[in-house]
């Protein structure tokens, strides 16, 4: 799911646009920096998805709880 939505958002560029995107970051950050910058987003998104996770349950457990209490 999560794939073919980036697929979909880089449906609008063609390949000299994401190649020159490519290269403007390669220039900005350099080689060494990239996989730091790539380690530091994946931590983001998983610490996101972690709390979403939790937020989830929270909300179903106290929705259970709420329907055990009014029978």
Avoid: Q, W, Y
């Avoid at 799911?1 to 950050?29: D, K, P, R, S």
């Avoid at 990239?34 to 998104?45: D, S, T």
């Avoid at 998805?49 to 709880?65: C, L, R």
């Amino acid at each position: 799911m999560g794939i073919t939505n980036i697929f979909l958002f880089i449906g609008g560029l063609g390949g000299t646009e994401v190649i020159l995107i490519l290269f403007a970051i390669l220039l900005l950050f350099g080689a060494k920096r990239i996989p730091e910058l790539a380690k530091g987003l994946g931590r983001g998104i998983r610490e996101f998805k972690d709390a979403t996770k939790e937020i989830k349950s929270d909300i179903e457990n106290s929705v259970k709880d709420d329907s055990t209490t009014t029978k």
